[in-house]
């Protein structure tokens, strides 16, 4: 009992740090991956609900290894049970816990830069070209917010030459030549 209580201690500390690294700016596949897909409404990552599951798993978890301090394990167990029932109540109305989570966590500066200034379907399109990119050059771009940016202009840029019109192709359809 001791060994699994251990690994899932282990795996809640490892979750943990990294909703941290993504709520800090640092790890950004998650909210990229969030950008491919399609759907009347976009779809926003939320770290909240992250956040509070793997706290509360944790907690649970550590009113367990306090079974020795009564008042103590009782508090960590309640606590823990709370959290995993407000995280069930975010999946249960995801709406309000859209604007919860808007207003509670607060997203990293790149991705209130790359916001204001690409279009729906220019993130999408970053959100794919990182899905092709080598491991190499997303554990680059998720350390360094200025390279992120840099490439997901160059991004940008080619969703722009490909959505203008060649005005050969109209040239072509309206002469036959």
């Known amino acids: 009992m001791t060994v699994i209580l251990a690994l899932l201690t282990a795996v809640c500390l490892g979750f943990l740090i990294r909703v941290t690294l993504i709520i800090i700016g640092t790890y950004k596949e998650p909210i990229i991956k969030t950008f491919s897909e399609y759907g009347p409404d976009e ?3 939320m770290p909240a609900q992250s956040l509070f599951l793997w706290t509360g798993i944790l907690c649970f978890c550590g009113g367990l290894w306090a079974t020795g301090y009564s008042s103590l394990s009782f508090t ?35 991705y209130h830069e790359l916001r204001e200034r690409t279009t729906r379907y220019e993130r999408r399109r970053i959100g794919y070209m990182w899905l092709h990119l080598p491991l190499r050059a997303r554990l680059t771009y998720n350390s360094s917010d200025s390279l992120f940016l840099l490439w997901a202009d160059f991004v940008i840029m080619g969703t722009i030459r ?16």
């Open 162 to 177: 490909e959505e203008e019109p060649n005005p050969r192709d109209e040239e072509f359809f309206y002469t036959g030549h």
């Open 43 to 45: 779809k926003l990552y």
């Open 76 to 110: 960590l167990s309640t606590v823990g049970v709370f959290l995993i029932f407000l995280v069930g109540a975010s999946y249960t109305y995801p709406q309000i816990s859209k604007k919860i989570n808007l207003k509670l966590m607060r997203f990293p500066r790149w």
